[in-house]
């Protein structure tokens, strides 16, 4: 799942473009993996209980990718959407800068997502690397040039949108996109916590993210391949866990952390570093505020978190729970 601080703050690409990429254009789904994606109607997952007194907080976990022929029965969210005085969104990093600013930028931004002195895959890999990557671009991608003139990096996230999509699987907003519908039919408000990020010298980040290019950035595109190789097969049945509501596979199915080496390849510049921590926290801490007003302000509320955060023994649910309020999982 795209994390929006690293679209937002690290490739920068919401000056010219959509934090979230649309889904690409629907292709023939593979046939050679074992786990038959669900179809029709699911009911997802049940809702988390945070409460303080009789005002409750509800959270639904998401999950991305989901199947892509997947319709989302959502008749309890529907309920607790309809009965609730707010909607609250994951929060997301919004990068604090100069509009007009921002598009004499664009040629430097286009310029950070392709590899320096016009250089190709082909040569920036490492040659067993390299015969992966053809492999799994032969089978996902197919006839894309243009695709091997891009940063490791970038190029993972091209290659890993692709696999998704020949897959069966998509991480598009679908639960999102539900959610809003219903709170405005529900004439439900609808708060989407922004941490504001601050840049002082635009070309200067744009730079700092360039100077990223190196060993760190295939490690990047290197574990992608890798999880595409060896991990397609869990995310179908993740997918199919969130559909049919069954969290305790979500809870015990592996998985491979794919941000982690593409976070660590951001974080071999000082600066950014710095950036990333500073906006991790605020991310955090301007949902958790969000959650406290509603707490004391509505009887009900629904919120959305991505289900991982739900599981964790460190995420923001671990984080009420810290604060006294009282938490009940699903059934």
Request: hydrophobic share 45%.
């Amino acid at each position: 799942m795209r994390h929006p601080l690293i679209t937002a703050l690290l490739l920068l690409t919401a000056i010219v473009r959509a934090q979230d990429t649309p889904p690409p254009a629907q292709a023939p789904e593979a046939t050679t993996l074992d786990t038959v994606l669900v179809t029709g109607e699911q009911p997802g997952p049940g809702l988390w209980k945070v409460s303080k007194g009789d005002h409750v907080l509800w959270i639904l976990g998401t999950q991305y990718p989901l199947p892509k022929k997947m319709i989302w029965r959502a008749d309890e969210v529907e309920r607790t959407i309809a009965d609730s005085q707010e909607v609250i969104a994951d929060a997301t990093g919004k990068l604090d800068i100069n509009f007009f600013r921002a598009l004499t930028l664009v040629p430097a931004v286009l310029g950070a997502r392709k590899n320096p002195d016009h250089a190709t895959l082909r040569e920036v890999l490492p040659p067993d690397l390299y015969a992966r990557w053809l492999a799994l671009k032969a089978k996902y991608v197919g006839r894309d040039s243009g695709i091997e003139k891009l940063r490791p990096m970038i190029a993972a996230n091209e290659l890993y949108d692709k696999a998704l999509d020949k897959s069966g699987l998509v991480r598009s907003g679908m639960v999102w996109d539900t959610v809003r519908r219903s709170a405005k039919k529900n004439h439900v408000r609808i708060t989407e916590p922004e941490a504001k990020i601050p840049v002082e010298d635009p070309k200067q980040v744009i730079q700092d993210f360039k100077s990223t290019t190196g060993d760190l950035d295939v490690a990047c595109l290197a574990a992608t391949i890798r999880r595409l190789e060896t991990d397609l097969e869990a995310m179908r049945q993740r997918a199919n866990a969130w559909a049919i509501g069954d969290i305790e596979a979500l809870r015990n199915l592996p998985y491979e952390d794919l941000k982690a080496p593409c976070i660590a390849a951001l974080e071999a510049n000082s600066r950014l570093h710095a950036q990333l921590d500073a906006a991790k926290v605020q991310i955090v801490d301007v949902w958790l505020a969000a959650a406290d007003k509603a707490l004391a302000n509505n009887r009900s509320t629904l919120a959305v978190l991505p289900i991982s955060e739900l599981l964790s023994p460190e995420g923001r649910l671990e984080q009420l729970r810290a604060k006294g309020y009282e938490i009940e999982a699903p059934e």
